[in-house]
């Protein structure tokens, strides 16, 4: 095997041309290396550490709890288990809000402690200059506006971006302001379906959408979401590929049911 070799992985450029193709990107998150395998050998494109993961994993209300630390920790378990697919670590809230210099140093960190092939900052003209800075280094950066989570507070619910006329012109210059700052993709989080079409056809770079509608250059869910396994969470944005939960819960519950009736382990299961 070439040195080299893991370069054949999907990189800023093949998510490019994917767009230019109009092959549509496959991405979901991942926090962990069992299920980063299993995505990647799926085809999955591009696996995003998403501080989502303070939601899901830790079982936080909004994910600005989440910690630089948190973020390496959780990266290196999925870079472990991916042959393929792009990684891309999520900043986390205050990481990379106070000066592009920071920023800079927290992205650095990131990609050289855990073999990310990226990172994803939220806001849009607000963090151009830090976007530029981090990209002007070298470092790939994913954006992230609409619905920006680690902004729930100031927004006060986590309803739909975008649907008035101010906002939707905002968003619109937010993404060009990435695009133009370097970023070479955006994710566009929950905002009306005709506005991410003309977002996605404005630009050169790939939108990849979160109940942004079929238009986007690509879709991303968050995992335990689309696997049916985060039971109480059911926006209209989430499909359900799968009822883990129901599939873990009738395991569980017949494991539990073997050791106390004993019928487990049997000989040959022993030593
Ligand atoms: O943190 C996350 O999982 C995300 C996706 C929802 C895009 O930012």
Redesign the pocket.
Known sequence: MSVHSEFRRITTNSLLLSKQKGEKIA?L?AYDFITAKLLDKAGVDVL?????????FQGNDT?LPVTMDEMIYHTKAVTKGVERAMVVC?MPFMSYQTSANEAFRNAGRIMKETSAGAV?L?GGIRIAETVEKITENGIPVMG?IGL??QSIHLFGSYKARGKSVDEAEQIKKDAKALEEAGAFAI?L?KIPKELAKEITESLMVPT?G?GAGAHCDGQ???TPDMLGLNVDFNPRFVRHYAALADVMGLAIGKYVDDVKGQNFPSDKESY
Do not use: F, M, R, Y
Request: proline share 4%; glycine share 8%; aromatic share 0%.
């Open positions: 991405a998150t995003l550490v998403g501080d989502s993961l303070g939601n899901v994910t999520d994803k939220e992230h920006t989570p994710v989080e990849i979160i991303i869910l968050v």
